[in-house]
Every structure is written in C-alpha cells, then in structure tokens.
C-alpha cells in the first residue's frame, strides 16, 4: 500500500492516521530530490476528492537545499478558479496567485512547480504535461531554474499514487524514483 493510499483510507474515515513526507531522487550524474511535506500530499489527495473524475491541480510552494539539489514541498495551492478543467485535460489558472506567492515569499518559500491529478489513470506525465514543463522552466517570469511536476493518478474512490519529475532548464526531463523509507 503507497503513502497516497493510507492518506486516502485515513481521509475517508475521517480520522488522523500518520501520514509521513514522502521522498523522491533521481539517478544518475544529475541528482535531485523532491521533498512532499505530508501536510502537502493530504491537501493534493482533498482537492482530488473534491474534482471527482475531472482532472484539477495548482502549484507548489516550498523552499531548495542551499546547493538547490533538494526542494522541500510544503505546500500544495487550490485548484485557481480561472482555470479550465474536465475529464482529461486540466489548464491552471493564474487567479490569485500573485499575491499568495508574494506573502509566501516573504515568509522564505517560493513557487517550485505544478501538482495536477490523472482521475483513473496513470500518474505518468503526458505529452502536454512535458510541453508545459518545458515551457515554464524555460519563461524567465516563473524564476524557477529547475520546476517540479508531481501528479497523482487513480480512481477517485480507490487509491492512488505519485510521480515526480524535475525539468532542468536546458535539459530534459527527470524521473524520479520514490525512496522507501
């Protein structure tokens, strides 16, 4: 059973089970390592309850390692009311962002990527999953060198799981791997 699974099983009975962070490295000579708070993963599993078979998502916010090879995810936003949403396509909005990272920002945490759900699917990114990507490690605007993609895919009502990838600015994409603790 994955982490995604027990926090899905604690939430819908309501009670406080111990979800713990989960991790995610690369291989190879580029390392890298996503940090998810479990706080973080209990508010992505909520808002993907609540979209029921649409897609939904937001973006992430949380802080890097003082070499930058660890981003630590504290924090997963809302699905912003702009964006566009259904069975198999999801386009984030912008809708109060702004000033959200802005006070984030003076607290010392900062935008690190997009979080999005795969109602009933994999959680592997599409290819307009790599475009988008791409695109936001590439726009100057975002400030965001190395931007993380986490998605979670399953069946509403049952469980679910977790991928993340890192998109270098420059490079290709990275897949991480979950590190079992």
Known sequence: MNILSRCLMALSRESRMSIKDATFSSEGALFYTVVISSSTIEQMVSECLKAGVNETGGILIGSYSEDSSTAMIVEATTRPADSLAGRTTFQRGVRGLRPLLHARWKTGLYYVGEWHFHPGGSPEPSGDDFRSMTS????????????????????????????ASVFPRGDGPIRLREVLI
């Open 136 to 163: 936001i490690a590439a726009n100057p605007d975002y400030q965001c060198l190395e931007p993380v993609m986490i998605i979670l895919g399953g069946d509403p009502a049952g469980s679910y799981s977790l991928s």
